[in-house]
Nanobody
């Protein structure tokens, strides 16, 4: 009963920027860590950036200095600002979030449907 909806993907040239958004909705008691993952063609899904409810952030080495993850707790939304994009960043980007169920108190990880980012000259 938790849904994540991503937006902001598209086609850009190398060096340009995009901002991805992911909004959580549905039934949950609280929301904890949120993050972004990506899956490039022919590769396994990898974590890109995560942010805890307290604001602690981790990035994969390949995006450090270029990408910025942030969140708006009032909107239950996580963002990924992607700067200086490279062809190697081409992938489907997925957001996820940890939420605690209102009915069971179980911590649940929910995934979005993904948004495609293509970086090509």
């Amino acid at each position: 009963q938790v849904q994540l909806v991503e937006s902001g993907g598209g086609l850009v040239q190398p060096g340009e920027s995009l901002r991805l958004s992911c909004a959580a909705s549905g039934s949950f008691f609280s929301i904890g860590a949120m993050g972004w993952y990506r899956q490039a063609p022919g590769k396994q899904r990898e974590p890109v950036a995560t942010i805890t409810g307290g604001g602690r952030i981790n990035y994969v080495d390949s995006v450090k200095g270029r990408f910025i993850i942030s969140r708006d707790n009032a909107k239950n939304t996580v963002y990924l600002q992607m700067n200086s994009l490279k062809p190697e960043d081409t992938a489907v980007y997925y957001c996820n979030a940890e939420t605690r169920s209102r009915t069971t108190s179980v911590l649940i990880v929910t995934w979005g449907q993904g948004t495609l980012v293509t970086v090509s000259a």
